[in-house]
């Protein structure tokens, strides 16, 4: 178990509702639902998932913490907006599952492997290295995330693509070495810091 | 009635407006009129509604002295301010939306349609030769104070609302202060925006206003021994706990007799009977005493978890307990919760539902309580078992599907209201049958019976109101809120059906109101609800009566009492005009000025039979006037066409119908009649309660004559039409027609 984690279970004891709503972004609108399952209709993946945002913000009000936080589910959502539009007692519900899917990565809970979760992860580092998106190392680390030989499979069946893209030239294959970057790298990755700094402390994970 | 017996002198007005001069002969109507008619003057008139039209009417009425009215032009529900002449019997022969609206168009059904018309017209002036102007009830009354009885929110509402319209009071509490339930509130829940917090009740103030108000005097610690009478002018005893009997006469009675709460202990699966467990009743005393404060058990340690059970015993399929959903209880439990929420915000409170309703503007209240951290948990409790110092609450979580447990510190059952409605009249009824019998234990279960009743009614129908449905007292709680079977008496509040207060307080200044109409109509000889206003009343020849008692059992309401030779005793202001004693009537003798035995029977005798060879058959149509004929006129309306071949006419309602109709129809020939009512049973649209089901009773059994006749039992046939089946009505009737001509022409035909 993360230190942040024990630290918050040690902090809320049961009341996860009260977790969600201190530490979870729009977490404090969870208590307003009222079960009608509207979003859960409406959600056009619904069925991919193993949880619908109904039952799990029964569950939060329910305490049931390790099976929210450890869900697949608000990694699936794809942003459509669909259950704001229609959630009769107007709960920003999508904004509600990215806040749980922060949480969640934060301590650590989240799904090992889960792809969404690390299609984001190489991105944010790809984009703090250099403070700018290197869409050729990106690619290649997509495809390579699940092992060398899976990588080259990638690779082969994308190569028509990448080619088409580099006679179009809106992929240049020198952006392997090094690539370009920010002027002043060193004052993004202190941007960037500090805001998590703010973030951290606005979501009590530091005093 | 006018001692001077006036000379009657007949008129008839044939109209040609709105098309009927482009699609009939209304030469050859007002033809009709005079010479088959005998109407002594007949006028024709292109647009007879029109202020010219209608002079024309009254110059005759001041100038002609004519007295007796017969209009041919558009239905009697059509144009009735231009048609309004009160000083003459009138009749109208339905020519429009009854002939050229439904008949189809084109010169092939130019003869078809003339015959209807002519049809019409003779059976409006063998109609008006029956009837007399209604002069009304010459029994006039005069008190017009009301007795309220039940001193809770609706009977205080009730007494102070009328008390304030400038009408006398007499309000009867049977505890020592005012207030019932709604007094032993410690707040309830809003009925002002923002709607978002637990209201002050307001009770005390109400209390305090209706003791001080001059014209309303309260008598508590009292019931009521005795009613008798009618509509202004009951006689009614108030029973003092000391035992001395106060008589006073009253107008007209509002019943707010309220409700009980279901007994918990009958609910031993959710801890009905442990300690700390408790009704919503209970937890409201909890709060009185907590004052604001911290909210404490009965043993005094605090509440840091309280678990709501809603519909405890209540929307029950399984027949043990409540079936119904008694309606506030959702919006109670949101409203205690925030008891414990507004006293210490750590306070766990969760209320389990199943499906959580808060009418009204409940729903700003329900978002309110989530804000202030009360959870919501859908589900159905399993089991409440006392675990160390407090409560285990098991439950199913029925979004999760999984069992699921909570410990409380204390339980409160939302359980149902139980009306206060006294005496079932239909087993006081079936007691008295069996102890007329004979049987002494009937006897004795009646006097227990008696025992609980609330009004004490002397009528030969039973002494309290009759219940609808789950033992509360009214009679069609959509179409007619407040009217109970019994004229005169107005129930409101929780005895009508479960409700809060906010609903109980706009139920009782609707049954105020009602309660004030009855007196004043009473006092002016005039009918209450439905036919409000109608000046027409029973007129019985008691030379011919056999004692029978038909009139007297199957009157809706009550109307009709016997007095010791067991001749009926009418009793006009009790009476709402529906026909149905002049229906039952074996030797008819029971009539209305304007609505006979007579007044029909002539309309049936009145119409051209064609020959068998015609293959013109006739059907008559009897509807009821309430909901079958405005569906016909509607039909009308949208040009439905239906068959040509039937002959209209209205009743009061179907229990009016007297068999001799039947009988004089297929004997003139016709092949066949068509009964037209209201849905019957226990979901009954019939606005005198239980005419069509009288109608279908008697029919039943006018199978044996028909057969004795040599007709086919198929040739009276009844159906329910409601008031919004105009599309269907015309498919009744085409059916029928088509079915009729199957199977033949009549064969009384040209005996008639």
């Given at each position: 178990m993360s230190e942040l984690n024990q630290k918050a279970v040690a902090k809320y004891e049961n009341n996860f509702l009260r977790e969600v709503e201190e530490r979870v972004e729009d977490g404090e609108w969870v208590k307003m639902c009222m079960q009608c399952g509207v979003c859960a209709g409406s959600c056009p993946l619904g069925n991919a998932w193993e949880h619908s945002p109904q039952k799990l913000f029964r569950m939060i009000m329910a305490g049931k913490r390790e099976e929210v936080l450890t869900s697949d589910a608000m990694w699936m959502c794809t942003s459509c907006y669909s259950c704001i539009v229609r959630c009769p007692r107007k709960l920003p519900i999508t904004h509600i599952m990215h806040g749980l899917a922060h949480y969640s990565h934060r301590l650590e809970l989240a799904p090992k492997g889960q792809p969404t979760r690390e299609l984001a992860r190489i991105f944010w580092q790809n984009l703090v290295k250099t403070g700018r998106v290197n869409e050729l190392k990106f690619s290649l680390a997509v495809y390579f995330k699940d092992g060398f030989v899976q990588g080259i499979k990638n690779l082969l069946s994308m190569q028509g693509i990448a080619l088409g893209l580099v006679k179009a030239r809106r992929l240049n294959p020198m952006e392997i070495i090094g690539g370009h970057k920010c002027r002043d790298i060193g004052g993004i990755q202190k941007m960037l810091a500090k805001a998590r700094e703010i973030e951290d402390r606005r979501q009590g994970f530091t005093s | 009635m006018a001692d001077v017996k006036i000379e009657m002198k007949t008129a008839a007005y044939v109209c040609s407006g709105c098309g009927l001069g482009d699609k009939l002969d209304v030469?050859?109507?007002?033809?009709?009129?005079?010479?088959?008619?005998?109407?002594?003057?007949?006028?024709?008139?292109?647009?007879?509604?029109?202020?010219?039209?209608?002079?024309?009417?009254?110059?005759?009425?001041?100038?002609?002295?004519?007295?007796?009215?017969?209009?041919?032009?558009?239905?009697?529900?059509?144009?009735?301010?231009?048609?309004?002449?009160?000083?003459?019997?009138?009749?109208?022969?339905?020519?429009?939306?009854?002939?050229?609206?439904?008949?189809?168009?084109?010169?092939?059904?130019?003869?078809?349609?003339?015959?209807?018309?002519?049809?019409?017209?003779?059976?409006?002036?063998?109609?008006?030769?029956?009837?007399?102007?209604?002069?009304?009830?010459?029994?006039?009354?005069?008190?017009?104070?009301?007795?309220?009885?039940?001193?809770?929110?609706?009977?205080?509402?009730?007494?102070?609302?009328?008390?304030?319209?400038?009408?006398?009071?007499?309000?009867?509490?049977?505890?020592?202060?005012?207030?019932?339930?709604?007094?032993?509130?410690?707040?309830?829940?809003?009925?002002?925006?923002?709607?978002?917090?637990?209201?002050?009740?307001?009770?005390?103030?109400?209390?305090?206003?209706?003791?001080?108000?001059?014209?309303?005097?309260?008598?508590?610690?009292?019931?009521?021994?005795?009613?008798?009478?009618?509509?202004?002018?009951?006689?009614?005893?108030?029973?003092?706990?000391?035992?001395?009997?106060?008589?006073?006469?009253?107008?007209?009675i509002v019943q707010a007799t309220g409700f009980t709460t279901y007994d918990i202990a009958k609910l031993p699966e959710l801890g009905g009977g442990l300690a700390h467990v408790v009704d919503q009743a209970g937890l409201e005393a909890l709060a009185m005493a907590a004052n604001g404060g911290v909210m404490k058990r009965a043993d005094g340690r605090e509440v840091k978890s309280v678990v709501f059970l809603q519909c405890a015993g209540q929307r029950d399929d399984s027949g043990q307990h409540l079936p119904y959903c008694s309606g506030h209880c959702c919006a109670t439990s949101i409203k205690q919760a925030m008891y414990f929420k507004d006293a210490n915000p750590d306070v766990n409170a969760v209320v389990v539902y199943d499906d959580l309703r808060v009418p009204g503007m409940g729903e700003d209240f329900y978002r309110s309580a989530q804000h202030k951290g009360v959870i919501f948990a859908k589900g159905k409790a399993s089991s409440v078992t006392t675990e160390s110092n407090g409560l285990k609450v098991n439950y199913k979580d029925l979004i999760l599907d999984s069992g699921a447990t909570i410990q409380a510190d204390l339980v409160v059952l939302a359980t149902g209201q139980v009306p206060s409605s006294g005496v079932d009249v239909i087993l006081w009824d079936k007691l008295t049958k069996e102890a007329d019998g004979g049987s002494i234990e009937a006897k004795q279960q009646k006097s227990e019976l008696k025992s609980i009743s609330i009004l004490n009614l002397t009528y030969r129908q039973g002494p309290d109101v009759p219940k609808l449905k789950y033992?509360?007292?009214?009679?069609?709680?959509?179409?007619?809120?407040?009217?109970?079977?019994?004229?005169?008496?107005?129930?409101?509040?929780?005895?009508?059906?479960?409700?809060?207060?906010?609903?109980?307080?706009?139920?009782?200044?609707?049954?105020?109101?009602?309660?004030?109409?009855?007196?004043?109509?009473?006092?002016?000889?005039?009918?209450?609800?439905?036919?409000?206003?109608?000046?027409?009343?029973?007129?019985?020849?008691?030379?011919?009566?056999?004692?029978?008692?038909?009139?007297?059992?199957?009157?809706?309401?009550?109307?009709?009492?016997?007095?010791?030779?067991?001749?009926?005793?009418?009793?006009?202001?009790?009476?709402?005009?529906?026909?149905?004693?002049?229906?039952?009537?074996?030797?008819?003798?029971?009539?209305?000025?304007?609505?006979?035995?007579?007044?029909?029977?002539?309309?049936?005798?009145?119409?051209?039979?064609?020959?068998?060879?015609?293959?013109?058959?006739?059907?008559?149509?009897?509807?009821?006037?309430?909901?079958?004929?405005?569906?016909?006129?509607?039909?009308?309306?949208?040009?439905?066409?239906?068959?040509?071949?039937?002959?209209?006419?209205?009743?009061?309602?179907?229990?009016?119908?007297?068999?001799?109709?039947?009988?004089?129809?297929?004997?003139?020939?016709?092949?066949?009649?068509?009964?037209?009512?209201?849905?019957?049973?226990?979901?009954?649209?019939?606005?005198?309660?239980?005419?069509?089901?009288?109608?279908?009773?008697?029919?039943?059994?006018?199978?044996?004559?028909?057969?004795?006749?040599?007709?086919?039992?198929?040739?009276?046939?009844?159906?329910?039409?409601?008031?919004?089946?105009?599309?269907?009505?015309?498919?009744?009737?085409?059916?029928?027609?088509?079915?009729?001509?199957?199977?033949?022409?009549?064969?009384?035909?040209?005996?008639?």
């Amino acid at each position: 178990m993360s230190e942040l984690n024990q630290k918050a279970v040690a902090k809320y004891e049961n009341n996860f509702l009260r977790e969600v709503e201190e530490r979870v972004e729009d977490g404090e609108w969870v208590k307003m639902c009222m079960q009608c399952g509207v979003c859960a209709g409406s959600c056009p993946l619904g069925n991919a998932w193993e949880h619908s945002p109904q039952k799990l913000f029964r569950m939060i009000m329910a305490g049931k913490r390790e099976e929210v936080l450890t869900s697949d589910a608000m990694w699936m959502c794809t942003s459509c907006y669909s259950c704001i539009v229609r959630c009769p007692r107007k709960l920003p519900i999508t904004h509600i599952m990215h806040g749980l899917a922060h949480y969640s990565h934060r301590l650590e809970l989240a799904p090992k492997g889960q792809p969404t979760r690390e299609l984001a992860r190489i991105f944010w580092q790809n984009l703090v290295k250099t403070g700018r998106v290197n869409e050729l190392k990106f690619s290649l680390a997509v495809y390579f995330k699940d092992g060398f030989v899976q990588g080259i499979k990638n690779l082969l069946s994308m190569q028509g693509i990448a080619l088409g893209l580099v006679k179009a030239r809106r992929l240049n294959p020198m952006e392997i070495i090094g690539g370009h970057k920010c002027r002043d790298i060193g004052g993004i990755q202190k941007m960037l810091a500090k805001a998590r700094e703010i973030e951290d402390r606005r979501q009590g994970f530091t005093s | 009635m006018a001692d001077v017996k006036i000379e009657m002198k007949t008129a008839a007005y044939v109209c040609s407006g709105c098309g009927l001069g482009d699609k009939l002969d209304v030469g050859q109507l007002a033809r009709i009129a005079q010479k088959e008619g005998k109407m002594a003057l007949v006028r024709q008139h292109d647009f007879l509604c029109n202020s010219e039209g209608v002079q024309m009417i009254r110059d005759d009425i001041e100038n002609e002295a004519v007295t007796h009215i017969c209009i041919a032009a558009c239905s009697r529900r059509a144009k009735t301010e231009a048609f309004n002449f009160p000083s003459v019997a009138m009749t109208r022969a339905n020519l429009r939306e009854g002939v050229i609206w439904v008949v189809a168009e084109g010169a092939a059904h130019d003869e078809v349609r003339q015959e209807m018309a002519d049809d019409y017209v003779r059976m409006g002036c063998a109609e008006l030769k029956k009837s007399r102007m209604p002069e009304g009830n010459p029994n006039h009354t005069q008190l017009k104070n009301l007795l309220v009885v039940g001193g809770g929110i609706s009977g205080l509402t009730a007494a102070f609302e009328a008390a304030e319209t400038g009408y006398e009071v007499i309000l009867v509490e049977k505890q020592a202060q005012l207030g019932g339930w709604a007094g032993k509130l410690w707040k309830r829940a809003p009925y002002k925006t923002p709607y978002a917090e637990p209201q002050e009740t307001g009770v005390a103030a109400l209390a305090a206003r209706v003791s001080a108000h001059p014209l309303i005097t309260v008598h508590l610690n009292s019931t009521i021994a005795e009613t008798a009478g009618a509509p202004g002018r009951f006689a009614v005893k108030l029973a003092q706990e000391s035992g001395s009997i106060t008589e006073v006469a009253v107008g007209a009675i509002v019943q707010a007799t309220g409700f009980t709460t279901y007994d918990i202990a009958k609910l031993p699966e959710l801890g009905g009977g442990l300690a700390h467990v408790v009704d919503q009743a209970g937890l409201e005393a909890l709060a009185m005493a907590a004052n604001g404060g911290v909210m404490k058990r009965a043993d005094g340690r605090e509440v840091k978890s309280v678990v709501f059970l809603q519909c405890a015993g209540q929307r029950d399929d399984s027949g043990q307990h409540l079936p119904y959903c008694s309606g506030h209880c959702c919006a109670t439990s949101i409203k205690q919760a925030m008891y414990f929420k507004d006293a210490n915000p750590d306070v766990n409170a969760v209320v389990v539902y199943d499906d959580l309703r808060v009418p009204g503007m409940g729903e700003d209240f329900y978002r309110s309580a989530q804000h202030k951290g009360v959870i919501f948990a859908k589900g159905k409790a399993s089991s409440v078992t006392t675990e160390s110092n407090g409560l285990k609450v098991n439950y199913k979580d029925l979004i999760l599907d999984s069992g699921a447990t909570i410990q409380a510190d204390l339980v409160v059952l939302a359980t149902g209201q139980v009306p206060s409605s006294g005496v079932d009249v239909i087993l006081w009824d079936k007691l008295t049958k069996e102890a007329d019998g004979g049987s002494i234990e009937a006897k004795q279960q009646k006097s227990e019976l008696k025992s609980i009743s609330i009004l004490n009614l002397t009528y030969r129908q039973g002494p309290d109101v009759p219940k609808l449905k789950y033992g509360f007292a009214d009679s069609h709680f959509i179409c007619f809120p407040y009217e109970t079977q019994r004229t005169g008496i107005y129930t409101a509040g929780p005895v009508r059906r479960p409700m809060d207060i906010m609903q109980a307080t706009e139920d009782a200044t609707g049954a105020a109101l009602k309660a004030i109409q009855a007196a004043e109509n009473a006092s002016l000889g005039r009918a209450a609800h439905p036919r409000a206003g109608d000046l027409s009343y029973p007129i019985v020849r008691l030379e011919g009566c056999t004692q029978c008692k038909r009139c007297t059992v199957e009157c809706p309401f009550g109307a009709i009492d016997e007095d010791e030779r067991r001749f009926p005793v009418f009793n006009e202001q009790r009476c709402r005009r529906c026909g149905t004693c002049m229906g039952a009537c074996p030797v008819r003798v029971i009539s209305f000025e304007n609505y006979s035995v007579d007044t029909v029977g002539n309309q049936i005798k009145a119409i051209e039979i064609p020959d068998e060879f015609s293959e013109k058959p006739r059907v008559l149509i009897l509807a009821c006037e309430n909901d079958a004929y405005p569906a016909l006129d509607m039909a009308g309306l949208s040009r439905i066409v239906y068959s040509a071949f039937v002959r209209i006419i209205p009743v009061r309602c179907l229990g009016s119908v007297n068999t001799i109709w039947i009988t004089d129809a297929l004997n003139s020939g016709y092949d066949g009649v068509m009964m037209m009512g209201c849905k019957k049973g226990d979901e009954y649209q019939c606005h005198f309660v239980k005419g069509s089901e009288l109608a279908g009773y008697r029919m039943s059994k006018i199978g044996d004559t028909l057969t004795g006749m040599g007709l086919e039992p198929e040739r009276v046939s009844s159906f329910e039409v409601a008031i919004t089946d105009n599309a269907k009505v015309a498919g009744f009737i085409n059916d029928y027609v088509a079915q009729l001509v199957e199977m033949g022409p009549s064969p009384m035909k040209g005996f008639g």
